[in-house]
């Protein structure tokens, strides 16, 4: 009769165990993400990426200040690039939950869209930063699409069905590449 007492009390106290040691108290703090996902900076340039996930609430510390410094307002993370290289920026909330984005600085013309799409008769307009102005630039295809810079705005019209790349090329003879598909 002890021995049923005694298994009875240990098999309570194994269940008073497991039943406290659950909690509602589960951790679903989404992950942290970046948009744009990876960066391409030039030396002396900034570039902004828009934070999403955690908890809202960030820091934010460059692997190599030398490389690439980084400032955060809210959900944006200012990347500057000091000098050619590579760095990771660490994202932290409040939570601990992290995330890592890859930074490249460049010593050279930077765009900030190495590809596009557009229709016929339709445009698109990519930054240029980077480099040293002016900027020039030229289609591989023209009978594709046409490409014209003023102000570090690259636009690009769609002439006909097809791709081509648009080469971009600063003062210095450096240069930045967009490949261009335009569509009906």
């Known amino acids: 009769m002890n021995f049923f007492k ?3 009390l240990i098999v309570c106290a194994v269940f008073a165990v497991t039943f406290a040691s659950c909690s509602d108290d589960d951790d679903n703090t989404p992950a ?10 030039a030396v ?6 828009k934070v999403a996930g955690g908890d809202g609430i960030y820091t934010a510390k460059s692997s190599d200040d030398k490389t690439a ?3 955060v307002d809210k959900a944006t993370i200012t990347v500057k690039g000091v000098k050619a290289g590579k760095a ?3 994202v932290t909330d409040s939570k601990k939950v992290t995330g890592s984005l890859r930074i ?3 010593d050279g013309v930077v765009v900030d869209k190495a590809k596009t799409s557009i229709a016929v008769g339709k445009e698109d307009v990519v930054n240029i930063s980077g480099g040293t102005t002016p900027y020039t630039a030229a289609s591989k295809d023209d009978k594709i699409a046409t490409a014209t810079v003023k102000d570090a705005k690259l ?5 006909k069905v097809g791709s081509t790349t648009i080469t971009i090329t600063d003062k210095n003879k450096k240069t930045a590449t967009v490949v261009v598909t335009v569509t009906k």
């Open 104 to 106: 490249t600085v460049v």
């Open 88 to 90: 990771t920026v660490l």
């Open 69 to 71: 410094t980084v400032t």
């Open 6 to 8: 005694f298994a009875t």
């Open 155 to 159: 636009t690009i019209k769609g002439v």
């Open 44 to 49: 002396g340039g900034t570039k902004n990426v």
């Open 32 to 41: 942290i993400k970046f948009n744009p996902s990876t960066v391409s900076v």
